[in-house]
T-cell receptor, first 111, second 111 residues
Framework: SQTIHQWPATLVQPVGSPLSLECTVE??????LYWYRQAAGRGLQLLFY??????ISSEVPQNLSASRPQDRQFILSSKKLLLSDSGFYLC??????????FGPGTRLTVT | GQNIDQPTEMTATEGAIVQINCTYQ??????LFWYQQHAGEAPTFLSY????GLEEKGRFSSFLSRSKGYSYLLLKELQMKDSASYLC????????????FGAGTRLFVKA
């Protein structure tokens, strides 16, 4: 069966510090991968998605970036965090771009 | 562009039936999804409709009318554990088959 991992579960970072969130999927190959952010009490905002290694589509211009160095690994990064980057970050995978399966999420607080 | 509307909150009684509506506007409809999200957790996939009609899965059913841009999620025999947010999401074939999420409907089940 397929599983998706995200770490860390929680993170508190000062403004201006770098960020690296990692997501890995097991039990499948060539999945579609997604990064979402959810602000408190809000809906999911799609940040990046990838249909293959090295293929990243950005949805929202901001100080975040994503990379897919391996088939089942998706990394979300920032060089300098802003207060507005606080939120619940969710990685998801999909076998065919239809239904998505989410990781447990990372709760980021920028102070 | 895309737009998804669903009620912000609903309250229902344990054992009852509740219907959560979702209307959407998209130029390249390619499927509608419902997800359940408990507070502080990641969303979990509930249902997928791509053709008109009713899809039943246990206590949960989802309906789609593409001509009306309308869907509903029907929850029967409500249980306290059904208290959660329910997210309506639409897959858009324009721009690379992205999935756009609504803000969610927070359902409170009372005894």
């Amino acid at each position: 069966s397929q599983t998706i991992h995200q770490w860390p579960a929680t993170l508190v970072q000062p403004v201006g510090s770098p960020l690296s969130l990692e997501c890995t999927v097991e039990g499948t190959s060539n999945p579609n991968l997604y990064w979402y952010r959810q602000a408190a009490g809000r809906g999911l905002q799609l940040l990046f998605y990838s249909v293959g290694i090295g293929q990243i589509s950005s949805e929202v211009p901001q100080n975040l970036s994503a990379s897919r160095p391996q088939d089942r690994q998706f990394i979300l990064s920032s060089k300098k965090l802003l207060l507005s980057d606080s939120g619940f970050y969710l990685c998801a995978w999909s076998p065919d771009g239809a239904e998505q399966y989410f990781g447990p999420g990372t709760r980021l607080t920028v102070t | 562009g895309q737009n998804i509307d669903q009620p912000t909150e609903m309250t229902a009684t344990e054992g009852a039936i509740v219907q959560i509506n979702c209307t959407y506007q998209t130029s390249g409809f390619n499927g509608l999804f419902w997800y359940q999200q408990h507070a502080g957790e990641a969303p979990t996939f509930l249902s997928y409709n791509v053709l008109d009609g009713l899809e039943e899965k246990g206590r949960f059913s989802s309906f789609l009318s593409r001509s009306k841009g309308y869907s509903y999620l029907l929850l029967k025999e409500l249980q306290m554990k059904d208290s959660a947010s329910y997210l309506c999401a639409v897959r858009d074939s324009n721009g690379g088959f992205k999935t756009i999420f609504g803000a969610g409907t927070r359902l409170f089940v009372k005894a």
